[in-house]
Structures are given as C-alpha cells and as structure tokens.
C-alpha cells in the first residue's frame, strides 16, 4: 500500500514528510493542527480576535486540513 499522490502533497504542504505508517503521519498532522488551534485561542484571549470571530477563525483553519476528515484507508491505494 502506498500514499495517493494527493495525501502526500498536502502533508508536504503541511511541512510533513510522508516517511512513516499513515497513523504516524495523522498523528502529526493532527498535532498541527492543534498547535495552531491553541494559537488562535490565545489570539482570541489576548484580544487580537474579537469573541464573534473567533468561530469563523477556526472554521477557515479547519478548511486547512482536510486529510483530518478522511478516515486513514481513503490515505492509501
């Protein structure tokens, strides 16, 4: 089994080589995208991103990262 060209382009994107088990590399990804979850929180909490927004904010994030949404066997072909 090997990665479909377009999980490997977007992990790259990520700054993440595909080098591990797609576990591995979901993992990774994941952590990402909490790190900059965390980050727009502490954006909103120090006041850079008003409360009303804040929704939309992390909305736009989501939207960066579409493999969290593919359940690991749609990574492979």
Do not use: C
Not at 17 to 39: F, I, K, T, W
Not at 43 to 59: C, K, M, N, T, W
């Amino acid at each position: 089994m090997s990665l479909r060209a377009s999980v490997v382009e977007q992990l790259r994107r990520h700054g993440i080589e595909p080098d591990a088990p797609p576990a591995e590399l979901h993992e990774r990804l994941n952590e990402l995208y909490l790190q900059e979850v965390r980050r727009l929180r502490e954006r909103q909490r120090a006041g850079e991103i008003a409360l009303r927004d804040y929704a939309f904010h992390v909305e736009r994030l989501k939207r960066r990262y579409p493999l969290l949404g593919l359940p690991l066997q749609a990574w492979t072909e």
